[in-house]
Structure formats: structure tokens, C-alpha cells
């Protein structure tokens, strides 16, 4: 039988259900759930706000009008822009744990959400990257697969390319770990991006730690517009600004849209990304701030519907600014 790489290929994942289902459970070994599901199951369902800011928000609705569905539903428009051909926005960062990867997903659940045509993510991270974890699949084809694929042959419609790829939701799809793949040269990868924004609209780039690194050079080199995401720590404010300044003194940068997004991964935190966002503002740069969320914190997948409240507006009125500059409109 002649190998057709448009067929999509039974994973791993699918064989353990499979098994699982065979041994009367539903996961793990033998259906039974190991701690690390144990754990992950948990974490997933962790509210963004705490309990008790839960209950004093609810408490505070009684007595006064509140205004957030009107600012949500006003960020959504954005989220909502018409796309006359594929966006794509290379999300990238100088330092671990800033939130790169979540910043990405993020990013992607809100289009998603927001928007009847499919949205992809693709985790351009050659290491160990964790883009399918946030997104909630075991397992998906890596981006160099898909791109040996292309090269055998150029996918024919929006379900055979989606084959090729992990489902993350009914319009959401994802590439997964590179770290055991064969690495593809950058023509093959730019034809499987060309490709992939044939069929979807916008695109998500999870590039690797170091604004440097190459794959993080072709992603923005690759890309109509550029998500930078920086801790709310003096060197990640530090880093913005040199970025920024390189960034407008690039002739090969300068006018591809940047966006600088201040995290904070911890609740305790010197720094507020907040106050640290107004800062770079006043220096010039297009900053937004997504401050700590208990659930995203947790570092599974994303659920938009446990969201403390201020990080479901802040990260839909990110997802709007950021498909608006790649739009072309700045």
C-alpha cells in the first residue's frame, strides 16, 4: 500500500484510549489514574480568582452596576476583525518563564472562542516545548512534520491540512513537540506556513526562549506581526526597552508591528506588570499587561471560562490589539 502522508496516522494518545478502554477504564494504567493525571486534573479546574474574591465580587454586583460585560463584549469586536488573508503573530520572549508559551495559548483559546473560522498555534520551540499541555492534547504532529508532509504534497482543503494537525477544540488546531523530530529546513517550514495560513485565518507562533535564537528570527521573519512577552522584573522591563530600541534601528524590523506584553508568573511579586506596562508606554513602546491569574499560574490547559474576570478582558483586549496590528493597522 502506497503511504499517503494526508492520512492522518493513529497517535500514541489514541492508543492508550484505546487500551484504556479495553481495560474497562478510562486513563492511566490499567484505568487507573496515575498521581501526574491526578494532579493535572486538579490544576485544570483552579479558579483564576480566589474564593473569597469570588464571593466579595458577587457581593459588590448587588450594590452597584457593573460595566465589565459592555468592556468584554468591546474587546471581543476586536478579537473579531475580518481577515482578507492569513495573519500570523510570532510570539517570543528573552527569558524563561514569562509566560511565552501561555501567552500563546492564550492568545489562540480567545480567537478561537471569538470566531467561527479555525485558528492554529504552532509550537516552534525545537526543544521540549509545552504548547499542546496548555492547550489540553497529549499529543500532536510536530510543525516539521507537517511541513514533510506539504512537501509531498500540497494539502487540497482546510480538512486535509487540519488532519495533519492536533484538535484542540471544535476550531482550534495545534502542531506539537519538534524535540524527537527531524529537524526541516526553513523553505520546508515556510511552505507548511504558507500552507497552514492558506486555510486559517490567524496563526499563533510559539517560538523558543531567546529573541535571537533562529527559529525565533524565520518565525518573525515569517510573521505580519510580533508578541513580546517580558516578566514583571527590572531585567524583563530592561529587556523590553533594548529589544525595542533594536527593534526601530532594524531596517528589517522596524515596520512589522511589536507588541510588548508585561507578565507576572507569581503572586508575590516585587513588580506590578500593571504599573511596569505604564512605564514602557511612556518610553514609547505598545505595551498591554497581563497581570498573575491563579489559573493560568497553574500550568495546564486553559479554560477562558475560569478566568479571574480582569484576565479573561485583558487577554481578549490583547488578542484584539494583536490581530489588529497584523491586520496592518497600527
Excluded at 504548547?131 to 504534497?153: F, I, K, N, W
Excluded at 477544540?169 to 526553513?186: D, H, M, P
Excluded at 507562533?205 to 505580519?224: L, Q
Aim: glycine share 8%; aromatic share 6%.
Amino acid at each position: 500500500m502506497t503511504y499517503d502522508p494526508w492520512t492522518p496516522q493513529p497517535t500514541p494518545q489514541t492508543r492508550r484510549e484505546a487500551q484504556a478502554v479495553q481495560a474497562g477504564g478510562d486513563g492511566g494504567f490499567g484505568g487507573f489514574e496515575t498521581s501526574t493525571d491526578t494532579f493535572r486534573r486538579r490544576l485544570r479546574t483552579r479558579q483564576g480568582l480566589p474564593a473569597g474574591a469570588r464571593v466579595m465580587r458577587q457581593l459588590t454586583s448587588l450594590f452597584r452596576s457593573d460595566d465589565y460585560p459592555q468592556r468584554l463584549s468591546a474587546a471581543a469586536a476586536g478579537a473579531q476583525e475580518p481577515v482578507t488573508t492569513g495573519r500570523r503573530v510570532a510570539v517570543i520572549s528573552s527569558r524563561g518563564g514569562a509566560g511565552k508559551t501561555t501567552t500563546t495559548a492564550l492568545l489562540a483559546s480567545v480567537y478561537a472562542a471569538m470566531r467561527q473560522d479555525s485558528v492554529a498555534a504552532v509550537d516552534n520551540d525545537p526543544g521540549l516545548g509545552s504548547l499542546t499541555l496548555r492547550l489540553g492534547l497529549e499529543q500532536a504532529p510536530s510543525v516539521d512534520e507537517l511541513a514533510s508532509a506539504v512537501v509531498s504534497r500540497t494539502p487540497a482543503s482546510h480538512a486535509e491540512l487540519a488532519g495533519r494537525m492536533g484538535a484542540a477544540g471544535a476550531n482550534l488546531y495545534a502542531t506539537g513537540v519538534r524535540l524527537w523530530q527531524q529537524r526541516a529546513e526553513y523553505p520546508a517550514l515556510g511552505n507548511a506556513l504558507t500552507a497552514v495560513s492558506r486555510y486559517f485565518p490567524i496563526t499563533l507562533i510559539d517560538c523558543p526562549t531567546g529573541i535571537s535564537h533562529p527559529d525565533s528570527v524565520w518565525a518573525i521573519k515569517s510573521s505580519h506581526a510580533v508578541v513580546q512577552v517580558v516578566p514583571a522584573t527590572v531585567s524583563g522591563v530592561n529587556d523590553a526597552l533594548s529589544y525595542a530600541r533594536a527593534w526601530r534601528q532594524d531596517p528589517a524590523t522596524h515596520a512589522l508591528p511589536l507588541l510588548t506584553v508585561v507578565t507576572s508568573t507569581d503572586s508575590d511579586a516585587p513588580l506590578d506588570p500593571v504599573k511596569e506596562a505604564v512605564r514602557l508606554s511612556r518610553e514609547g513602546l505598545d505595551v498591554l499587561a497581563l497581570p498573575y491569574d491563579r489559573h493560568l499560574a497553574a500550568g495546564v490547559e486553559i479554560d477562558l471560562g475560569l478566568l479571574a474576570p480582569q484576565t479573561r478582558l485583558d487577554a481578549t483586549t490583547l488578542a484584539s490589539t494583536a490581530l489588529h496590528a497584523a491586520n496592518g493597522n497600527r
